[in-house]
């Protein structure tokens, strides 16, 4: 079973930095995608930032250049380094694992809470 404990929201001024961190149980972390979501109030979930198990990352427009997404095999932990915040990057940052074993299998983590003041 595998388990992603989130952790490192808060609340930042906008310009300012966070660095959230995933940490992920289990044997598979290795060799699956790791993405970033977020969900503001009254707007659905969407895809931030995603790195696949050779490391190769994507962003969503919003974010490009400012947020960094990385992953470290060892400690089965991926980060998402977000730098000069805005107030639309206001949400709750989930984390999610994805991975093909005869069927795709996906997992996800409770949330952090992100808030950018003005």
């Known amino acids: 079973q595998v388990q992603l404990v989130e952790s490192g929201g808060g609340l930042v001024q906008a310009g300012g930095s966070l660095r959230l961190s995933c940490a992920a149980s289990?044997?598979?972390?290795?060799?699956?995608?790791m993405g970033w979501y977020r969900q503001a109030p009254g707007k659905q979930r969407e895809l931030v930032a995603q790195?696949?198990?050779?490391?190769?990352?994507t962003y969503a427009d919003s974010v490009k250049g400012r947020f960094t997404i990385s992953r470290d095999n060892a400690q089965k932990t991926v980060y998402l380094q977000m730098n000069s915040l805005k107030p639309e990057d206001t949400a709750v940052y989930y984390c999610n694992l994805g991975i093909t074993i005869v069927k795709f299998q996906t997992y996800w983590g409770q949330g952090t809470q992100v808030t950018v003041s003005s």
């Open positions: 790195i696949t198990s050779s490391d190769s990352a």
């Open positions: 289990g044997g598979i972390f290795r060799i699956s995608t």
